[in-house]
Structure formats: structure tokens, C-alpha cells
């Protein structure tokens, strides 16, 4: 009986073993390709443009695939993105590393205490990194009470994501109002999220902008 139950243990250890050498992750491959998505992006995925790029930072890695695939097959469509997304920009395991590379990147939200002998370069250096949402002014508290009640099961208490479900808070306000427009438009779709989304009225909208906009304060 050991006997077969320790053949089974290693049988099964051989197949994991095997699945781990199908895809192993490149941080360097994710960081040269990373020199490409940072003309829009930033060098850090925060982003830019006052959100007309995204920052992906963050961003959980199975959620940034499958936006890439979206982008690739033109389900969600953007000009700028859709030759980015491609298999021929990004072929073998690129998508995989260059979503596991923006997903562990760890942006602050306020500038740390520094040394003040720091070198100002290096300071510098460190301030790139820290990236704060401008506070949108608006009904805080009715944005808030939407937010709990309908939001937080799937993108987190906080706000921050869970699982695959992408965070909102720490993304630029605009571009959070340009996504919402576009479910509610059915431009962008995902089934789960329609009820929730399409009976939002404007001034409910800017509510919870203001309320995403305070979160990484
Ligand atoms: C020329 C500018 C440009 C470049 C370069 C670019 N992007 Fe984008 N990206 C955009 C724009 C604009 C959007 C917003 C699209 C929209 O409004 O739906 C976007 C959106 C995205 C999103 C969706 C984010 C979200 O929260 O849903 C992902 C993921 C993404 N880009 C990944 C990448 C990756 C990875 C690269 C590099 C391989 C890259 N982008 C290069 C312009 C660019
Ligand atoms: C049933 C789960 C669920 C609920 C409830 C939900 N969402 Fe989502 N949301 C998702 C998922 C999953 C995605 C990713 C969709 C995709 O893959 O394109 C998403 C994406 C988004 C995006 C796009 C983010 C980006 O980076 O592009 C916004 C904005 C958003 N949700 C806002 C909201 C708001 C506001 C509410 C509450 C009124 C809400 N969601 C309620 C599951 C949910």
C-alpha cells in the first residue's frame, strides 16, 4: 500500500515538475519589453498622459493577459494598443513576462523619508516611483456607501484587487470614467459586471471617482 502511494507521490511530482519547465518566468525578457510599453506607460507602468495611458503597475498578471488577448482579438478596441498586443510584437512566452513583470511592480504612494545626504539623483530616482491619484472633489460619502455596497465583493474592501479582478484605486480617475462609459456604452464588455455598472447614473459615477480618488491618500 506505502509502496503505491509513494509511487503515486512521485508520479505526480514528475508531472508538476513538467508543467513548471513549460513556462518559467524571464524578469529580464519582461523588463526589455517593458522599454516598449514605457513610451506610453512610463518606466514604471504608472502611466501617464493625466490617464490617457493607464499605469499598470500592480495589475494583477492573469488580468493584464487577458486584456492583451482582448486588445489582440479586437474585442476591446484601442488604435494605440491593438499593435502592441499582437502576437508578432510579443510572441512565445513575451505576454506571460511582461505581465508578471508590471504585475510585481510595487509603486509608493507617498515619498519616503530620505537621507538628507542622499545624492539628489538618487533621490530623484526614488521619487519616480512614488505616484499619488489627484483628489477629485465630489460626494465622497455617497460614493463611498455605492462603492461598498456594489464594488467592494469583487475589487476588494480596500479596493485593491482580488485575484484576477483589477484594483481601481491608484488608477488615473479619467481614464476609470472613460472604461465605465464604454461598459455602459457595450463597448467593453464583461458579463459579470453589467448589472452593476449600466444602472450607475452620471452623478453616481463622479461620486465614486471621488471616492477611488482619495483611497491611495
Ligand atoms: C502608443 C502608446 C502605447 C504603448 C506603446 C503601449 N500601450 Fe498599453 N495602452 C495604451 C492606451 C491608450 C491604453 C488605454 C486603452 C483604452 O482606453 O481602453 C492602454 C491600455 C493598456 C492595458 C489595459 C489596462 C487596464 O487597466 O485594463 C494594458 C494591459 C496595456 N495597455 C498593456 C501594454 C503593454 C504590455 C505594452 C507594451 C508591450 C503597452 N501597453 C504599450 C497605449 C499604449
Ligand atoms: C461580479 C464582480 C464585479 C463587480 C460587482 C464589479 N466589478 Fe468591476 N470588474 C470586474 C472584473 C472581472 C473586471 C475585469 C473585466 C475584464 O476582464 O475586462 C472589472 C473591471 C472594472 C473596471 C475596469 C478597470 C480597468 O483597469 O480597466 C472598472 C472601472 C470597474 N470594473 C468598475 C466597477 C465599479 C465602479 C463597480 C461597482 C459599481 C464594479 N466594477 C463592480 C468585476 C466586478
Same mark, same amino acid.
Given at each position: 500500500?506505502?509502496?503505491?502511494?509513494?509511487?503515486?507521490?512521485?508520479?505526480?511530482? &514528475?508531472?508538476?515538475?513538467?508543467?513548471?519547465?513549460?513556462?518559467?518566468?524571464?524578469?529580464?525578457?519582461?523588463?526589455?519589453?517593458?522599454?516598449?510599453?514605457?513610451?506610453?506607460?512610463?518606466?514604471?507602468?504608472?502611466?501617464?498622459?493625466?490617464?490617457?495611458?493607464?499605469?499598470?503597475?500592480?495589475?494583477?498578471?492573469?488580468?493584464?493577459?487577458?486584456?492583451?488577448?482582448?486588445?489582440?482579438?479586437?474585442?476591446?478596441?484601442?488604435?494605440?494598443?491593438?499593435?502592441?498586443?499582437?502576437?508578432?510584437?510579443?510572441?512565445?512566452?513575451?505576454?506571460?513576462?511582461?505581465?508578471?513583470?508590471?504585475?510585481?511592480?510595487?509603486?509608493?504612494?507617498?515619498?519616503?523619508? &530620505?537621507?538628507?545626504?542622499?545624492?539628489?539623483?538618487?533621490?530623484?530616482?526614488?521619487?519616480?516611483?512614488?505616484?499619488?491619484?489627484?483628489?477629485?472633489?465630489?460626494?465622497?460619502?455617497?460614493?463611498?456607501?455605492?462603492?461598498?455596497?456594489?464594488?467592494?465583493?469583487?475589487?476588494?474592501?480596500?479596493?485593491?484587487?482580488?485575484?484576477?479582478?483589477?484594483?481601481?484605486?491608484?488608477?488615473?480617475?479619467?481614464?476609470?470614467?472613460?472604461?465605465?462609459?464604454?461598459?455602459?456604452?457595450?463597448?467593453?464588455?464583461?458579463?459579470?459586471?453589467?448589472?452593476?455598472?449600466?444602472?450607475?447614473?452620471?452623478?453616481?459615477?463622479?461620486?465614486?471617482?471621488?471616492?477611488?480618488?482619495?483611497?491611495?491618500?
Amino acid at each position: 500500500m506505502f509502496k503505491i502511494l509513494f509511487l503515486l507521490m512521485a508520479l505526480s511530482s &514528475v508531472a508538476f515538475a513538467q508543467d513548471d519547465q513549460q513556462y518559467s518566468y524571464d524578469p529580464e525578457n519582461g523588463s526589455d519589453i517593458n522599454e516598449l510599453c514605457a513610451a506610453c506607460h512610463g518606466e514604471f507602468g504608472e502611466g501617464g498622459g493625466d490617464g490617457e495611458y493607464p499605469r499598470l503597475a500592480g495589475l494583477p498578471a492573469k488580468y493584464l493577459i487577458k486584456q492583451m488577448h482582448a486588445f489582440r482579438s479586437g474585442q476591446r478596441s484601442s488604435i494605440a494598443m491593438g499593435m502592441y498586443a499582437t502576437e508578432r510584437e510579443l510572441p512565445g512566452n513575451d505576454l506571460q513576462d511582461i505581465a508578471n513583470y508590471l504585475a510585481e511592480k510595487d509603486l509608493m504612494t507617498k515619498m519616503p523619508v &530620505v537621507d538628507e545626504d542622499m545624492p539628489a539623483l538618487e533621490k530623484l530616482h526614488i521619487a519616480q516611483r512614488v505616484f499619488n491619484v489627484a483628489r477629485f472633489d465630489g460626494d465622497f460619502s455617497l460614493g463611498e456607501k455605492i462603492y461598498s455596497g456594489q464594488c467592494a465583493r469583487c475589487h476588494g474592501t480596500d479596493s485593491s484587487g482580488k485575484g484576477s479582478t483589477p484594483g481601481l484605486i491608484g488608477q488615473y480617475t479619467d481614464y476609470l470614467r472613460l472604461q465605465i462609459q464604454s461598459f455602459q456604452k457595450g463597448e467593453r464588455k464583461n458579463k459579470r459586471m453589467e448589472k452593476y455598472i449600466m444602472p450607475l447614473s452620471k452623478d453616481e459615477i463622479e461620486a465614486l471617482l471621488a471616492y477611488l480618488s482619495v483611497g491611495d491618500d
